[in-house]
């Protein structure tokens, strides 16, 4: 089995070394002891079920879940509930009303503690004004923020008054932004006047204002001020609006809306397997029920903890894990804004100091970073607040564990190495800390009540050994849809294997019942943790005029996880050059946004096809990667390889 990235594929399949789970963690973890997963696997709907009831519900559900109709599976039927209670009001008549909910470190420094009462203030305002300019329950919001509180804010507001939000990152280009819009059909964008990033200026509004003229829908913009004058922007009469005037006005008390149990939550846009962003639906039961549960047990969250999670809002990790799942568990969640090496190197770890913080949960990408930056970075803080460390987005390589674990963890702190999806809502293979014993680049176990397995390419079960990584029964999170497209949602995850959900990664289970997830068996590339489909980025390529076709791979990186490495055919007559090479990648910026910017083009005469004319991509991958060719009898032209390689040589001597 190929998989997209062969980085550390070597690496975790030789891993033997095994971390028990500290005794000193275990003796007041929340979960220390197995009949859980027994009783959990025994009657997964009653064991859902009673973790649904530590919520509030407006009323309660009539059937714990509907299968009558697969794949569109139904969960808590019947109930009414709203996030934003369980988040917010369920705390207000305890001792947490005064507790720190939000501690927010801007780039520059300075710093909002908002506490569970003033983000509940906030919340209910913003929401009022969200009603003001004529927002009602199951309309879509667009929000184009930087992370600021106010992403918050307005996140749980459009979740009070029932309108689910689509949270565009604020690394989007405009065109991505403007697709995005149009495809959720909303009439309002909330947005700010810019967004720090390195001690620079991320034009948020600028490029909100170029999306929106190509967006019909939306009538009224709303714009936080969180840079002031330096932004320069300007404001259009009518439209814009800013978030303060709107919040001077706003009414103070705003009932939650009672959702239906499957009433859509949000919308977040992810990358497919082809070039169109493909909207993820999320309802407000099961997701509340999951991300609840995951985030106590599997981040040991407790009262007195400080908890951050370094992900972006605009990724569904900052969904579950720094809104939904920590304010539900009345948890203190942190939000920074800026770069991990602005103004230095130990920006995190002195973040960490700072707040005192006891659990962190960051990417792989983050740590290779940290781990070749030095080990004086973290030495010059105390980090001993430091209890739980978590991992996601990509596989975690041995080595970068190993550094986590010594480095940040001071040798004391478990290791949470936890794989899941957009799609997944929640997470879904992990460690339980106090519980698993680790293995370094091992997600370990599924999470009690989900049930996972690999399979062959004929669909039997793997007991030990490699294959793809499927879901068998349905979980309380899962999406429920692609926005505005079923039969894609069937399409791409259910159709593969009949009735079992096919997750595009390959895996593989030890003889301990370990998973170890290799990455992406599709055209979908993991690039520094951030998702991208090798077929939107081809597209922004053959929309500049100077281009025939291209070819885009994921090539390993030793930081990144994989880069960008696009193969190029120009148009007769066209010349390459550096010029061009630069064009290109700023046009591909342009179009999706800088993550998606090839680190390498190759400009090319052929590309490597198949007879039936599919684009070999695994050998331009082990061209761009140097690696000996395998099979090329299916090419239609071998020689394209060899110049493909010859060419590659050169560009590297
Ligand atoms: O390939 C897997 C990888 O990230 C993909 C999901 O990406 P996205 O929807 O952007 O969500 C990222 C955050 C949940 C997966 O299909 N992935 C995620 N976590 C892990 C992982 N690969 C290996 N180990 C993980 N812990």
Redesign the pocket.
């Known amino acids: 089995m190929a998989t997209e990235s062969g980085n550390t594929i070597e690496a975790l399949l030789e891993e033997q070394r095994v971390f028990p789970s500290p005794e000193e963690f275990a003796k007041n973890a929340h979960v220390n002891a197995d009949d859980i997963f027994a009783q959990a696997a025994a009657d997964p709907e009653a064991f859902w079920a009673s973790v649904a009831e530590e919520l509030h519900w407006f009323k309660k559900w009539d059937q714990v879940l509907d299968e009558s109709d697969p794949p569109f599976f139904k969960w808590f039927v019947g109930g009414k509930l709203n996030i934003t209670h369980n988040c917010l009001d369920r705390h207000l008549t305890s001792w947490r009303r005064n507790k720190a909910a939000i501690i927010w470190e801007g780039e520059p420094g300075d710093q909002v503690v908002l506490t569970y009462y003033d983000l509940w203030r906030e919340v209910s305002k913003f929401a009022n004004a969200l009603k003001g300019l004529g927002v009602k329950k199951g309309d879509r919001v667009t929000l184009y923020m930087g992370m600021v509180p106010e992403l918050a804010i307005a996140m749980l507001a459009c979740a009070r008054i029932g309108a689910p939000h689509s949270i565009v990152f604020g690394g989007f280009s405009a065109e991505a932004l403007a697709d995005r819009i149009n495809d959720a059909q909303g009439n309002v964008l909330v947005t700010c006047d810019g967004g720090w990033r390195r001690g620079g200026i991320v034009p948020l509004k600028q490029m909100a204002d170029e999306a929106v003229e190509r967006c019909p829908t939306i009538e009224s913009v709303v714009v936080v001020k969180r840079i002031g004058d330096e932004a320069s922007i300007e404001m259009q009469e009518g439209r814009d609006h800013w978030w303060h005037e709107l919040m001077e006005s706003a009414g103070l008390r705003c009932e939650p809306e009672e959702m239906d149990a499957e009433d859509m939550l949000y919308i977040l846009y992810?990358s497919g397997t082809t070039g169109k962003p493909k909207g993820i639906v999320h309802t407000t039961g099961g997701y509340s029920t999951q991300t609840y549960l995951t985030t106590k047990w599997v981040f040991d969250m407790k009262d007195d903890d400080v908890y951050w999670c370094t992900a972006d809002i605009g990724?569904?990790?900052g969904h579950s894990y720094i809104i939904y799942g920590p304010l539900q568990n009345g948890a203190t969640t942190v939000m920074y804004e800026g770069a991990p090496d602005f103004p230095g190197r130990d920006r995190f770890w002195d973040i960490v100091e700072k707040y005192g913080i006891t659990i962190l949960y960051t990417a792989p990408t983050a740590i290779r970073a940290f781990m070749r930056w030095g080990d004086e970075y973290p030495a010059m803080h105390d980090m001993s607040s430091l209890r739980l460390l978590g991992?996601?987005?990509?596989?975690?390589n041995p080595e970068a564990w190993i550094w986590y674990h010594t480095n940040i963890g001071g040798e004391r702190c478990p290791i949470v190495?936890?794989?899941?999806?957009?799609?997944?809502g929640a997470i879904l293979?992990t460690p339980l800390p106090g519980y698993t014993a680790t293995k370094p680049g091992s997600?370990t176990k599924t999470f009690p009540g989900i049930s996972a397995a690999i399979f062959d390419e004929a669909g039997n079960v793997v007991p030990e050994g490699g294959g793809y990584l499927v879901l068998q029964r349905p979980w309380p999170s899962m999406l429920r849809t692609i926005y505005g497209d079923p039969e894609r949602f069937k399409e791409q995850y259910w159709s593969r294997y009949p009735g079992v959900y096919f997750?595009?990664?390959g895996a593989k289970i030890d003889a301990d019942g370990y998973f170890w997830?290799l990455?992406?068996v599709d055209d979908?590339m993991?690039v520094a943790?951030?998702?991208l489909s090798t077929m939107e980025i081809e597209s922004a390529l053959v929309d500049h005029q100077s281009v025939a076709e291209a070819a885009v791979i994921g090539k390993t990186h030793e930081l990144k996880g994989q880069a960008v490495s696009a193969f190029v055919l120009l148009k007769e007559g066209i010349d390459p050059g550096d010029t061009l090479l630069d064009e290109l990648k700023k046009h591909v910026a342009q179009k999706i946004g800088p993550i998606a910017r090839p680190d390498d083009i190759f400009f090319t005469a052929d590309l490597p096809k198949t007879r039936s004319g599919k684009i070999m991509r695994r050998l331009l991958r082990d061209v761009a990667e140097g690696r000996a060719l395998g099979d090329t009898t299916t090419l239609l032209d071998a020689n394209v390889v060899d110049n493909l390689r010859g060419q590659y040589e050169d560009s590297e001597g």
């Open positions: 992810t990724w569904v990790t991992s996601v987005g990509e596989p975690i190495d936890t794989w899941w999806q957009t799609e997944t293979i997600a997750t595009g990664d997830v990455g992406r979908v993991n943790g951030h998702r």
